[in-house]
Nanobody, 116 residues
Framework: VQLQASGGGLVQAGESLKLSCVVS??????MAWYRRSPGKRRELVAQ???????NYAAAVKGRFTISRDNAKRTMYLEMNGLRLEDTAVYYC?????????????WGQGTQVTVSS
């Protein structure tokens, strides 16, 4: 399984960005977006099941929307009302279960920078 994230960039506070993560290889289950800011630990931003059930970090709830198109094998993160503190490298993540084992996959990360 390979994950390819894209869509990051430099925006001003209050603006929007939409990240994408394309999955290739085997089918995956729960997918998620994580982020890591300089000097901070990686944190979960949002996750989504195959059936579309979602979960968000409190810091982004109401501003970010996670979605997935299973036919296109793509997950999205629509980010509205971006704040300076949203600046981070965003990583997509996917889980897969096979032969009784769980596997965890990561994309390469895409930089989101929010300026004032």
């Amino acid at each position: 399984v390979q994950l390819q994230a894209s869509g990051g960039g430099l925006v001003q506070a209050g603006e929007s960005l939409k990240l994408s993560c394309v999955v290739s290889g085997f089918s995956v289950g729960v997918m998620a977006w994580y982020r890591r800011s300089p000097g901070k630990r990686r944190e979960l931003v949002a996750q989504i099941t195959n059936g579309g059930k979602t979960n968000y970090a409190a810091a982004v709830k109401g501003r970010f929307t996670i979605s997935r198109d299973n036919a296109k094998r793509t997950m999205y993160l629509e980010m509205n009302g971006l704040r300076l503190e949203d600046t981070a490298v965003y990583y997509c993540n996917a889980e897969r279960r096979a032969n009784g084992e769980w596997y965890d996959y990561w994309g390469q990360g895409t930089q989101v920078t929010v300026s004032s």
